[in-house]
Structure formats: C-alpha cells, structure tokens
T-cell receptor, first 115, second 114 residues
Framework: AQSVTQLGSHVSVSEGALVLLRCNYS??????LFWYVQYPNQGLQLLLK??????LVKGINGFEAEFKKSETSFHLTKPSAHMSDAAEYFC?????????????FGTGTRLTIIP | KAGVTQTPRYLIKTRGQQVTLSCSPI?????VSWYQQTPGQGLQFLFE???????NKGNFPGRFSGRQFSNSRSEMNVSTLELGDSALYLC?????????????FGEGSRLTVL
C-alpha cells in the first residue's frame, strides 16, 4: 500500500524567503505523486504532479518539486514566498494502476507567511 | 469549462438524521470520488464511482453510501448521523480512463452534526 508522510504540520517563513515543504513516500510500485493546495473554505487545487516523465516538476504559482527515488522524497519548494501562498498543502500518492482513482493523502502542512 | 459543483455548501443536522450530498463533475468526466476531511483524521477516501458502478471503496461503515447517475452526477448519503460525521465532504472528478490519478476537486460540503 502506498503512503506519504509530510514532515512538519506547520511551517512559517518570511515573505520573500525560500519555501520548503517536505514529503516522503512509501510505495511498492513506481508512484505517481501530487501536491495539492487548499485555501480556507475551499477545495483542493492541484499544484503539480509527478508521473515519471521528469524528476523536476514545475507547477503553478512558482512552485516546483523534485522526485528523488534514492531518498523516497518529493519535497515542494518555492524560491520566494508571497503572502498569497499562505494555505494548507497536501502531498498525495497514487499507485498508477489503471482504474484506480484513489489518492492517499498526507496529513498536510499549514504554511504561514510572515510579513 | 465549469468545475466540480457540490451542493449544498453548508448544512446542519442533528444526531440520528440522514443527509444527502450532491456532486456534479466536470463535463466529460466519468469518475467521481468522495473524500471526508476532518481535523483529526485528515483526508480519507470514501468511495469512487465510474460509469454508475462503485469501483473503489474506503474503510467507512455502511452508513456511508453513494451512487452515480447516467449523467455522471453523484450523490452520497450518510444515515443515522453521529457527531463524528461532522466534516468537510469533498467530491473530485476525473476522466476515469487514465492512470495518472489526477483529480479535480469541488469546494466541498461542510456538514455539522449537533
């Protein structure tokens, strides 16, 4: 069974500083990995996804993530934080089997931006 | 292209009642999944429907049920509500015919059980 672990339930960074949100996965098959963002009182929006095409994945709003098989990691980064980045971020994994639309989510990381 | 639409957005029920939530997927999407989000348990998979058939099921009691109609719209029902059922219920749609697992989420239905 697949699983993801997000390290740090709360992360605070200053505006303009580097954002680093950590995600480690466990999967018996090559995984498909995702980062979703949730703003208050809203659903989840896809930031980016890894589906084995390229290890460095660029997403929306300046975010990117690097798939590192040796470290079983898929950390999310953004070079310069903006106030609008304040939200909750979820890492998720799918085993990529056809017909399996189930995602397993991490527990989430709440990102606070300090002015 | 319209996104995933969930109704109602907010509702309050009392213990023992039942509730039905509705989800309209993105046009052309044939798969609809439901997730429960709570502060304590996070995001948990309830079930997924594809072409009116339940294709995947999570680990929830039988009080939680769902169905999908021929136009791909889906409903989920919770019977005999308990306080612990208070949560944000999220619906997500996808084509259902790829294996990337990419889901498109609605804004959710927030259920409060008193």
């Amino acid at each position: 069974a697949q699983s993801v672990t997000q390290l740090g339930s709360h992360v605070s960074v200053s505006e303009g500083a580097l954002v680093l949100l950590r995600c480690n996965y466990s999967s018996s098959v090559p995984p498909y990995l995702f980062w979703y963002v949730q703003y208050p009182n809203q659903g989840l929006q896809l930031l980016l996804k890894y589906t084995s095409a390229a290890t460095l994945v660029k997403g929306i709003n300046g975010f990117e993530a690097e798939f590192k098989k040796s470290e079983t990691s898929f950390h999310l980064t953004k070079p310069s934080a903006h106030m609008s980045d304040a939200a909750e971020y979820f890492c998720a994994v799918s085993d990529g089997n056809f017909g399996n639309e189930k995602l397993t989510f991490g527990t989430g990381t709440r990102l606070t931006i300090i002015p | 292209k319209a996104g995933v639409t969930q109704t109602p957005r907010y509702l309050i029920k009392t213990r023992g009642q039942q509730v039905t939530l509705s989800c309209s997927p993105i046009s052309g999407h044939r798969s609809v999944s439901w997730y429960q989000q709570t502060p304590g348990q996070g995001l948990q998979f309830l079930f997924e429907y594809f072409s009116e058939t339940q294709r995947n099921k999570g680990n929830f009691p039988g009080r939680f049920s769902g169905r999908q109609f021929s136009n791909s719209r889906s409903e989920m029902n919770v019977s005999t509500l308990e306080l612990g059922d208070s949560a944000l219920y999220l619906c997500a749609s996808s084509s259902g015919t790829s294996n990337t697992g990419e889901l498109f989420f609605g804004e959710g239905s927030r259920l409060t059980v008193l």
